[in-house]
């Protein structure tokens, strides 16, 4: 459902999930599953066995960026809209 953007009270309402606290929350989590992600990276390319999984951790780390940078946008757009 979209949101009136022309609303006849003031502010629209956001969920809880969408708040900007919950949001920065998820970014900084995200950030520690990037980085976590980055060693995983390190050590399977580093160890022969572990080579053949390294797109695990590389899909992670691509996974949570994403997400990062989505939510990062959302949260800008937001900042420009009040």
């Known amino acids: 459902m979209q949101l009136d953007q022309n609303p006849f009270f003031r502010k629209a309402i956001t969920s809880w999930?969408?708040?900007s606290v919950a949001c920065w929350t998820l970014i900084v989590m995200m950030i520690l599953v990037?980085?976590?992600a980055l060693a995983g990276m390190m050590v399977?390319?580093?160890?022969?066995d572990f080579a053949?999984?390294?797109w695990f951790p590389g899909l992670l780390a691509f996974l949570s960026?994403?997400?990062?940078?989505k939510i990062?946008?959302?949260l800008?757009?937001?900042s420009k809209n009040d």
């Open 17 to 19: 999930y969408d708040s």
């Open 34 to 36: 990037f980085v976590i």
């Open 44 to 48: 399977a390319s580093g160890e022969p």
């Open 52 to 54: 053949e999984h390294l």
């Open 65 to 69: 960026g994403f997400l990062v940078l």
């Open 72 to 74: 990062f946008i959302r």
């Open 76 to 78: 800008r757009i937001r």
